[in-house]
């Protein structure tokens, strides 16, 4: 098990460099210099020259690439702050040690996954740590701020979307299975049909003109708002106000991310349900003389969620990328608009930050559905 | 003469498909003793499945419906039970084991907890002694190791071992009635031969009665008191073990037996085929259903379909029109195959 995640975290490495080789390549092939722009501007000379030095930018191009990476996994600032994070790393070691010696369990790969979880977040909360991303061409300050100062909203609506797709279409998919063919079964194919090859755009905007726009002239009231993630009188409200506007802020955005893997979800629970309901070992559960519902929750249910994992964690990993297009379309300050922004004006820092974050997390996602997949099917072995 | 353990009577099990209705089982009537254990024999469609999952009540609607008949166990009727009823009947009373052990076990819970699931289902015990009949039930079907094998899961088992679990947990509940549907179709030889034998003497030993589904005539000889052979949703005969092996009275019980290789040295010039394939059950021929493969076959068989009726002095019974006329036992196709293995 240790020396399959650390295979995969080597091969990881391999991916993550490979990545960063071909967007980086990309970056230079698409013509228009990332100065081009500041030089209309006779004042941002110096911050040109401060700009050319940090970069290597009068070298050659892979000279470019080798100072970008060198700067991108130096440690600019590190500090701890107290022994926890040592405490935290050295028992989750030992844990880890101890568990694959000694216990011999189909679970082994949860308990290490929660273990480094909980070790990881507490070691993280008590240092400061900074990556040496330089600064943005655009004026935007420090690269590593300005992508992390993003990541809060792009996870509140990412994590809301993702729970609004896993809540309904996980059992909408289960519900379709379970009633082939009958008349619910169809609608919500019909449906997942059209959520799923309806363009984001005209989902995000029709959201905007039904929801908020019309809605608010019918009755008179401000139930959505079509941009942003809090009014401007946050600050001042109450508890209650303040849930209340986050959610109207954060509903239609949410929605339109969620439809489409809401749709994807239903689909997929749907067939792998599908499978497992005809499956041999299914007939044999109801020749027990279980009764069905304990024949569809205890028996078809763990097998029918096994292919899920691996979907819903990439999910997750694209996640972190923030949605490009909805939070454009709602005026969303989340790592998505930095990144199309950061695209338009070849501010080549900021793109490659936000391609090896989104590629790290592929490569972790990646990892934790394997673990969980060996979690969840005893056939699957890592050894 | 002892009560009946099961007494079926013009069961007709229909499948609706877009080509038709299929008439997988049409019309079967047949009684089963405690302890009898009777072989069901036929070729792929010729309704033995279906006719097991009638009994177990397992076929699904839509698709599949029981249109008539009676299923009596033990003077119950088992197609007027509510769900609840025939839940408790399942795997307590009726216990079915599947012809593919390699897919009929759950593949990600433990054997243990199939097997406790099972118990605890129809025995009101406690967790722990439901673990305890569990390895009783293991080590009866001679799985080594018992207690420990519990805690593994289906692939860590070999097929036949597999097999062995499925038995195991069939039993565990001391049905009246087990029902296989080719229980060794899937393994090997050698395990086949295991595996018969040990479900031979389980049965013996608990007065288990035992329906036989396969479609392998060796392995009825060995195992089975009385056979019924199926064809194309009906049954063209049935009878003792030996009175269809010796004097088999309708051609197609004749034909298989002829297309049966022998292991006793008296070799025929090449194995007996029946021509054809079986009719199609959406579209049945008029009269007999075996005619058009039948080398015996007279004008009334292309119009009027034989009932089954008894014959000669024993038990056996025949669905044909010319079975006085036709002295079969005198014909190539020759005798003695009670002692062959399977095959």
Known sequence: MLAYITRRLVYGLVTLLALSVIVFTLLQASGGGPLDRLKLNPRMQPFIQQLTEQWGLDQPVWKQYTTWLKNYVSVQEFAVHNAIPIIAIVGAAVATFLIVKFVRSQWTGTYLLGIWSVALYLALRNVTIRFNWGISFQGAGDVWDLVFSRTGATFRLGFTALAIALIIGIPLGIYQAIRQYSFFDQLGTIGAFLAFSTPIFIIGVGLQIVMALYLERWTGVKLFYVAGMNSPGYPDMSIVGKIADTAQHLTLPAISIALISLAGYARFQRASMLEVLHSDYLRTAKAKGLPRRKVVIKHALRNAMIPIVTLVSLDVAFMIGGAIITESIFGWPGVGRLYITAIGTVDYPVVMAIVMVIGIGIVVMNLVADILYGVMDPRVRYD | MTEKLLKIEDLRTYFSTEEGVVRAVDGISFDLEPGERRG??????????????????????????????????????????????????????????????????????????????TIMLHQHVSKKDARGIAIKALEDVQIPNAPARLEDYPHQFSGGMRQRVMIAMGLSCNPDLLIADEPTTALDVTTQAQIMDLMLKLAEDRGTAVLLITHDLGVVAGFCDTIQVMYAGGIVEEGSVEDIFHNPQHPYTWGLLGSMTRLDGKHRARLHSIAGAPPSVIDLPVGCRFRPRCEFAIDICGRVLPAIRPIGEGDQSVACHRAEELDLKTLDVDVDHTKEVAS
Request: glycine residues 12%.
């Open chain 2, 40 to 117: 069901v024999v036929g070729e792929s469609g010729s309704g033995k499945s279906v006719t097991a999952m009638s009994i177990m009540r397992l076929i699904e609607p839509p698709a599949g419906e029981i249109v008539t008949g009676t299923i009596e166990f033990k003077g119950e009727n088992l197609l007027e039970l509510g769900e609840d009823e025939m839940q408790a009947i399942r795997g307590g009373k009726i216990a079915m084991i599947f012809q593919d052990p390699m897919t009929a076990l759950n593949p990600v819970y433990t054997i243990g907890d199939q097997l406790v699931e």
